[in-house]
């Protein structure tokens, strides 16, 4: 007598599970692909920037010729996104948690105006007038931060009513008055300081240039190795769940704002040191320009996922877009319409990403 007994209808419910697994398994298989490129893309942030700003060089330098990979126009890339690199830094650490922040170009410019009316209007050393600057800087934002974390409001009320707070008191206290450049370069040479030039062969580079790319370096290095950079990733994640794990939610809130604040004062002297005077009416579109950065260059809008290094690559995106359109002499609107496309696109990028990955 054998061991088992076949039931009635047993040999039907058997081949239907060996089809179901059959078909399970050409699924699987056939979105393997897929699967490992957005795999990849979730691990790796900053590739599609990446992938883009190559494609982009290399479209523009069949179009253009050998002229557009000369050292000068390169690094004439890299002093047009200067400024931007260093509030899209800021911005960076701040949608990292989720949050935006509408106030960075304006925290910019009111620093660089404390800087330079203090020196000028008080007479006070220079040095101590760009630690005033800073000073101002990381006040704006620690209001910010705190307006966010402790009162819990959100953070784009908050930093769009800071922006008009900050701007109206930068025009209110300077009387708009800009303070030119020969007067600066004769009694305060040290506020022009990040725009010396450092030429190397063809190549014209800046203080202010090599500045940002060591201080993207060290954020980059701080929010991948250090407990503050995985807090922050861990906020801007699920603040309940880093809560609960023993992040201190609204310590690493407001330190990120102040952060912010602080890179926005230092952009704030890199402005002075790059148009050469300091003007209350200078970076009015730096907040709008520091998200296109941070979108393009991959970070979620969402919060807890992205590189800084992302977002350096989407600002060089933007500045190849603009010199390399320039060069071929078509209309700046075209300029406006790519960028636009490029952040629709990284958007639904970042949507379809996450969307897999759940």
Known sequence: MPDTIQKPGQDFEQTLDESASE????????????????????????????????????IFGVIIGQKFFSPFALTLILQQVAIVGFVGAAQTLVILTAGIDLSVGAIMVLSSVVMGQFTFRYGLPVELAVLCGFAVGGLCGFINGALVAIVRLPPFIVTLGMWQIILATNFLYSANETIRSQDISKAAPLLQFFGEKIK??????????ITMVL??????????????????????DDPDAAQLAGVRVKTTLISVYVCAGLICALAGWVLVGRIGSVSPTAGQFANIESITAVVIGGISLFGGRGSILGMMFGALIVGVFSLGLRMIGTDPQWTYLLIGVLIISAVAIDQWIRKISA
Do not use: C, D
Request: glycine residues 8%.
């Open 23 to 58: 078909v399970a398994s050409f699924e699987h298989t056939k979105h393997s692909g897929i699967e490992r490129v957005q795999h990849m893309l979730h691990s790796n942030p900053a590739a599609v920037p990446l992938i883009v700003l190559i494609l982009s060089l290399i």
């Open 215 to 236: 201080l993207v370096i060290l954020l980059n290095y701080i929010l991948n190795h250090t407990a503050w950079g995985r807090h922050v990733y861990a906020v801007g």
């Open 200 to 209: 190397i062969g063809g190549a014209v580079l800046t203080t202010g240039v």
